[in-house]
């Protein structure tokens, strides 16, 4: 039955895909709204940030905020709207999107389910997956929830306990 599960999950997959795709475009419009009207607040891990406002919820950032530290020094010249704008709309649209945890559970260890053929994995928790290769030279491709084969109890600190996020990328 695993193949069916490999299916239903790449389905889930593409569907969570269009929905983030839909809500990135109109990020884009709405951030800078939610920039103007935006709010600090205690982050998740409790540290001051600045953010979307209440409202505008989804399309903030309640890790990280608008403005990063570690962002501010790798982007010094840019104007604090420009730089907030292309790290919410950009680079982490519609960020809270993962924190919805009916579509985006935190890992359980007791569900977390894998398999493994050669250089590609399947890590899956009920419908929610990810495809994983990782290529002769050690570059991961990933799709789909960020669960692992070692998730077992999270530490403290890890932000994936309050809902795991998406990503498709090469890292």
């Known amino acids: 039955m695993l193949y069916p599960a490999m299916l239903l999950g790449f389905l889930f997959c593409l569907a969570y895909l269009i929905l983030n795709l839909a809500l990135t475009v109109v990020g ?14 205690l982050s998740l891990t409790g540290v001051n940030i600045f953010s979307a406002p209440r409202w505008l919820w989804l399309f903030g950032n309640d890790e990280e905020g608008y403005d990063p530290n570690w962002y501010r020094i790798l982007h010094p010249t840019w104007g604090v709207f420009k730089r907030r704008w292309v790290w919410a709309a950009f680079r982490n649209s519609v960020n809270n999107l993962r924190f ?7 890992p359980q260890m007791d569900k977390i389910q894998y398999r493994r053929w ?53 890292q």
């Open 28 to 41: 884009f419009f709405v951030t800078p709204v939610a920039i103007l009207f935006g709010e600090t607040k």
């Open 100 to 106: 919805i945890k009916v579509l985006n559970p935190p």
């Open 118 to 170: 050669g250089d590609f994995y399947f890590i899956w928790q009920g419908i929610f997956c990810r495809f994983v290769y990782i290529g002769k030279t050690g570059t991961w491709y990933t799709l789909g929830w960020k669960y692992w084969i070692i998730d077992a109890a999270l530490p403290c600190k890890d932000i994936r306990k309050f809902g795991v996020g998406f990503g498709a990328r090469k």
